[in-house]
């Protein structure tokens, strides 16, 4: 066989990503032949017939199981199987599928020229020889199994200009194998055959050789220059900085909240109503939409556990803020709930938004006004001469900091939310009557429940009535092929299109026009109430970019970007509809050699 | 003196504190910490939907915000939105490219995001008034392929790449915002932070990264992986994140204690991890391996909690649902499972 290995330098090793595991299983491998608790490996009888250089299947395993101490017989048969398939072992007589049994099975050890780790990539011409050779000798013994011959005729028509060439290398190599003597033979021909069976698998076999697209590490610069050595300190030094906390208080931290949310973990604790996968009830999806007017218990707890957990719960931030008209300081929430939205808008619409924010809640004399610090207030004057999303964070933070920690808490201890807690779906004695109630929210203060109907936690819902009754809220969702519930989906963007409506809403009331009349309105209300304002902003024209160039971008390295596509709107010839796609077979990557 | 020789002794006294600065914080273990914690015992899941439709490898998938829908990439060139609860296809996409590395669902549900060898990351909106899926807008600009992609919201994207970069683009002007660039190897995957103001990426240079998303800077590196980092995802918490590599290991690094906290290994173990997620909890680090298995760890206690067994080939790719009620993972023998 011509010698394809390929002795692999450092750069190479890396670039063959299994390389880690193929020295961890040859590791193995040799343990096995040479150590001292050694497999035995010698001639076994198999019927009427001598196997040379064989070993059994079970003592593979056992010698993985006790060497390895596996906690089950299970992992270490699994390995042994991983051996086969990667072609360091393979059963001497099925060779079709490379599967160890935990029996007296017989398998021979691949001879480390064959090994996968020399990265061997054999192309069609040495598989031709290969079966050419096969056809040269004993039918019986060596004759072609079906999906073999249909190669062997697919490659004699693609390599008929290289066949005279092929076919004297295949005389050449038949000639050779005569010399061996007769259990050299066999064991040569076995492992040879249990090497193409590796790289070439039947049909319908995995090809466990495949590998994904090739990487590259770049290697470390040899020269290093001042300019790439003051970098690394300056990033160094930032580093060297930076506060680190105690392994012991990260180790806390973790376990707290693994603790805190373990009942909330459905591969832990049994989530009430039930599983939708398990019980075929899709009852959870439609109890946890993100708005819903009767939440489940485990939800409001969720609440409880942060603020930040609250906020992410449209429900939540819906019960919250009824709770902060009461007291009249739902402006700190509306502000953040603005910042928040601000992060997510198209970039166009930035800067007019900022000066929007600005008006409604930080300047003075603003409709709703919310308190910062004067160092915050001074920070964010100064961040608004360059708007962006982030201009607001400061004030964000400190207004975050100021709910959770007075607002929040007095939330948490508030008769509110514990009515929530009682009143919630899904407890184990939930009343039937406040479960059906999505009449308004107000009205859960009301005592009287009705008599005992037990929902069991998990129990499977067979009540009709339950099923008409669920709470739907009345949104449409697009029109698609799913079947699936994309309520929820449409209700997530829902989320924040309705803080962007409140403060929407605001806005309007406090500039009297609407929103693309906003720099007018913001001008004239600067001038009438006098409110010195930082220079005037100059909109960013963002959105007319005909030719995809970078101008006017403040993008750090900025990648080249050649020209744009044609806008997808006008160009678009070939909608991607067809479910009819002619499909593709058998598809081999570019990076996989046929 | 030379001033490189100088600057390079005032690098090295640095790294010296550094690596001193770490020992310091390093006062016990989180395998200590937690041997007190109950063991979760043996997690057994079984499959409990199985998604059959691609005709070839599939790379990636990724779950929609409600749990319900996902999308899958495959190598016959097809993206497919799957009602993973009724196995329904919602869309089959095919794709202008059909070397495709990786998929992304946009939170908002109106979005789908791939790309791969083309080098380009293709937004596909599946909310057209017309009613079917087309490319809303390329994003070029990389100069290796694309290996994982993750919505920050309807607008904005981040993407690695083999490049050895990251990106994070604003979909609607097509424009490469920032770049995040510092690896030294093709960057495997990223994550972005509960909060979205940082990400996480690993790459091939054995290292993991934390970028801040607003101003393009890495913040911290966090390296003890002895080969390419293949995968990576936040803890629930955002204080720390799980990384698996071709060293056959998962590890968890803390991001406030700046170093690794935890591993995730068996001598019997030996094949690479392609892909990891976190159960609701946390409690749960699940990974998909090269071994065609996915291993359940305890992530406190380390030890071994499962193996869920069913694919024929490599696990390329796998993803724990956001409220947490299922896993499903995608195989190179071309069919997702759907398991609790």
């Known amino acids: 066989m011509r010698n394809l290995a390929v002795i692999m330098a450092d750069n190479d090793a890396h670039q063959h990503p299994r390389h880690m595991m193929y020295a961890k299983m040859e590791n193995l491998i040799r343990c096995m032949q040479f150590s001292e608790n050694a497999i035995p490996v010698r001639s076994q009888k198999l019927f009427l017939t001598t196997v040379p250089d064989a070993f059994a299947g079970q003592d593979l395993i056992d010698w993985l199981y006790t060497k390895l101490q596996t906690e089950e017989r299970l992992h270490a048969s699994h390995l042994a199987n991983l051996l086969c398939q990667y072609g360091y072992l393979f059963p001497v007589s099925d060779q079709k599928n490379l599967v160890v049994k935990d029996d007296n099975t017989l398998f021979r050890f691949q001879t480390p020229y064959f090994w996968p780790s020399n990265n061997w990539k054999p192309d069609h011409v040495d598989y031709a020889i290969y079966l050419a050779k096969r056809t040269l000798r004993n039918k019986q013994r060596h004759g072609l199994e079906d999906f073999e011959q249909v190669a062997f005729n697919k490659l004699q028509k693609m390599l008929a200009h290289k066949w005279d060439f092929i076919f004297m290398q295949a005389e050449e190599q038949f000639k050779q194998s005569k010399e061996r003597k007769k259990a050299d033979k066999i064991i040569v021909d076995s492992q040879e055959k249990a090497f193409w069976r590796v790289q070439r698998p039947p049909p319908g076999q995995t090809r466990c050789l495949d590998e994904a697209v090739t990487r590259h590490i770049k290697p470390t610069l040899k020269k290093k220059t001042v300019e790439t050595c003051q970098r690394e300190i300056a990033f160094l030094q930032r580093s060297q900085k930076r506060p680190r906390l105690k392994i012991s208080k990260a180790a806390e931290s973790i376990l707290l909240f693994s603790e805190q949310y373990y009942s909330h973990d459905p591969f832990l604790s049994a989530v009430p109503p039930s599983n939708p996968w398990l019980s075929d009830d899709t009852l959870w999806w439609e109890l946890n939409t993100p708005l819903v007017d009767t939440p489940s218990e485990l939800r409001i707890r969720r609440w409880g556990f942060s603020l930040e957990e609250l906020l992410k719960d449209p429900t939540g931030i819906a019960e919250f803020e009824e709770f902060l008209k009461k007291e009249f300081s739902q402006e700190n929430l509306h502000f953040w709930l603005a910042c928040e939205e601000i992060k997510y808008l198209p970039k166009s619409l930035v800067t007019e938004r900022v000066q929007a924010i600005y008006s409604a809640f930080l300047a003075p004399g603003a409709p709703h006004e919310v308190n910062v610090d004067g160092k915050t207030y001074e920070l964010t004057q100064k961040a608004i001469e360059n708007p962006d999303r982030f201009t607001f964070d400061a004030a964000q933070s400190h207004i975050f900091l100021l709910m959770k920690k007075d607002s929040y808490q007095r939330y948490m201890r508030s008769e509110d939310y514990r009515n929530l807690l009682e009143t919630a779906a899904l407890q184990p004695n939930a009343r039937k009557g406040r479960f059906f109630n999505f009449g308004s929210t107000k009205s859960k203060k009301s005592p009287q429940p009705s008599p005992g109907y037990v929902r069991r936690r998990g129990s499977e819902i067979s009540d009709s009535s339950t099923s008409d009754a669920a709470p739907v809220l009345g949104v449409k969702g697009h029109h698609s092929y799913s079947t699936g519930n994309l309520q929820s989906l449409h209700q997530a963007s829902l989320r924040w299109k309705l803080s962007t409506e409140k403060v929407n809403t605001l806005l309007r009331l406090e500039a009297g026009g609407d929103l693309s009349k906003k720099r007018s309105s913001v001008d004239s209300k600067r001038t009438t109430s006098g409110t010195v304002l930082p220079k005037r902003i100059e909109k960013l024209d963002l959105c007319n970019s005909p030719s995809g160039g970078g101008g006017g971008q403040t993008s750090k390295d900025t990648l080249e970007v050649p020209s744009a596509h044609g806008s997808s709107e006008e160009s678009e010839e070939n909608p991607c509809m067809a479910l009819a796609v002619p499909s593709k077979m058998n598809v081999v990557a570019p990076w996989e050699t046929a | ?340």
């Open chain 2, 1 to 340: 003196m030379s001033e490189l020789e100088q600057l390079r002794q005032e690098a090295e006294q640095l790294k010296n504190q550094i690596r001193d600065a770490r020992k310091n914080a390093c006062d016990t273990s989180l395998a200590q910490a937690a041997a007190n914690v109950e063991p979760v015992g043996r997690i057994q899941m079984r499959t409990r939907r199985t998604l059959r439709g691609h005709l070839a490898k599939i790379y990636a998938m990724h779950w929609a915000t409600d749990s319900r829908n996902l999308v899958s990439a495959s190598q016959d060139g097809k993206l497919i939105v799957w009602d993973g609860y009724t196995t329904n296809k919602v869309h089959a996409i095919p794709l202008r490219s059909s070397w495709v590395m990786t998929c992304a669902y946009a939170p908002s549900g109106s979005f789908v995001a791939c790309g791969g060898l083309d080098n380009i990351c293709s937004i596909y909106s599946l909310k057209t008034r017309e009613g079917n899926v087309r490319v809303t807008r390329e994003l070029p600009g990389h100069t290796g392929y694309l290996s994982c992609c993750r919505f920050i919201d309807d607008n904005q994207i981040v993407t690695s790449s083999g490049d050895m970069t990251c990106a994070l683009w604003d979909i609607e002007t097509g424009q490469n915002t920032t770049t995040f660039a510092g690896h030294t190897g093709d960057v495997m995957s990223l994550s972005l932070a509960p909060d979205m103001r940082t990400f996480v990426s690993g790459a091939c240079d054995a290292s993991a990264k934390l970028w801040d998303t607003r101003d393009g800077m890495c913040h911290q590196t966090f390296t003890g992986h002895e080969s390419d980092i293949n995968a990576i995802t936040y803890f629930p918490n955002g204080y720390a994140f799980a990384t698996g590599s071709d060293d056959a290991t998962c590890r968890l690094f803390d991001i406030r204690a700046d170093q690794e906290i935890g591993m995730y290994s068996h001598d019997n173990i030996i094949c690479g991890i392609t892909s990891v997620a976190f159960s609701k909890s946390g409690r749960l680090l699940l990974g998909g391996y090269d071994d065609f298995n996915c291993n359940v760890w305890d992530t406190l206690r380390q030890d071994r909690a499962g193996v869920l067994a069913g694919h024929d080939n490599r696990v390329s790719c796998l993803g724990v649902t956001e409220d947490g009620m299922a896993v499903a993972t995608g195989s190179w023998d071309s069919f997702l499972k759907i398991w609790n």
